[in-house]
């Protein structure tokens, strides 16, 4: 069964960084893309981008770029996502996705991680 | 504010048919791109509902179809059921943006 299984809550201050690791299974690491997904307390679903896991590269949505960055580590078959300068809005959840036809305009996710929730509060 | 817009709240009977309305603009269904459904059930992960339009994975069950024209999408759910209630969203690309993006998300009660 595909399983895409995050790292744990974390609590910030505002301006620190914080580093979210997302391991799929079973399958081959770098068959399919890896997007991510923000979900504010009570509120919907924005897509953040995605990144193409054989070449590395990454795409950002409007909103999302500057201080966020997705990151491979292909060895361990982990992606991860960074974001720098915290603010108390980037509170949420932040979910990786398996993504398909990602580079095809028709991303859609197929599988979801369980979620990590990043608070920021000082 | 997202360029697609979904009512926030149906609601029907258990067996009703509700439908869920998605609708965007030129830049994104009206441009031919695919739209793609999630449910989220009450504190868990969505999940993919329908891909490409109306495309069903695995293991979804029958009751949920959808379809597209013009510059809207809709879902449809027959035979509503307790364990359909849950929020639904939508999402395409759009051309604007240069990305994809999610709808509101449409809260559906069963009475």
């Known amino acids: 069964q595909v399983q895409l299984v995050q790292s744990g809550s974390e609590l910030k201050r505002p301006g620190a960084s914080v580093k979210v690791s997302c391991k799929p299974s079973?399958?081959?690491?770098?068959?399919?893309?890896v997007s991510w997904v923000r979900q504010a307390p009570g509120e919907g679903l924005e897509w953040m981008g995605w990144?193409?896991?054989?070449?590395?590269?990454?795409t950002y949505a409007q909103g999302f770029s500057g201080r966020v960055v997705f990151s491979l580590d292909t060895p361990a078959s982990t992606a991860y996502l960074q974001i720098d300068h915290l603010r108390p809005e980037d509170t949420g959840t932040y979910y990786c996705?398996?993504?398909?036809?990602?580079?095809?305009?028709?991303?859609?996710?197929?599988?979801w991680g369980q979620g990590t929730l990043v608070t920021v509060s000082s | 504010q997202s360029v697609l817009t979904q009512p926030p709240s149906v609601s029907g009977a258990p067996g009703q048919r509700v439908t869920i309305s998605c609708t965007g603009g030129?830049?994104?269904?009206?441009?031919?791109?695919?739209v793609h459904w999630y449910q989220q059930l009450p504190g868990t992960a969505p999940k993919l509902l329908i891909f490409?339009?109306?495309n069903r994975p695995s293991g979804v069950p029958d009751r949920f179809s959808a379809s597209k024209s013009g510059t809207s999408a809709s879902l449809a759910i027959t035979g509503l059921q307790a364990e359909d209630e849950a929020d639904y969203y939508c999402?395409?690309?759009?051309?604007?943006?240069?990305?994809?993006?999610f709808g509101p998300g449409t809260k559906v009660t069963v009475l």
């Open positions: 999402q395409t690309y759009d051309n604007n943006l240069s990305g994809f993006v």
């Open positions: 030129s830049s994104n269904v009206g441009a031919n791109y695919h």
């Open positions: 490409r339009d109306n």
């Open positions: 990144i193409n896991t054989k070449s590395g590269d990454p």
């Open positions: 079973p399958y081959s690491f770098t068959a399919f893309a």
């Open positions: 996705t398996r993504g398909r036809d990602c580079g095809h305009f028709s991303c859609h996710s197929d599988y």
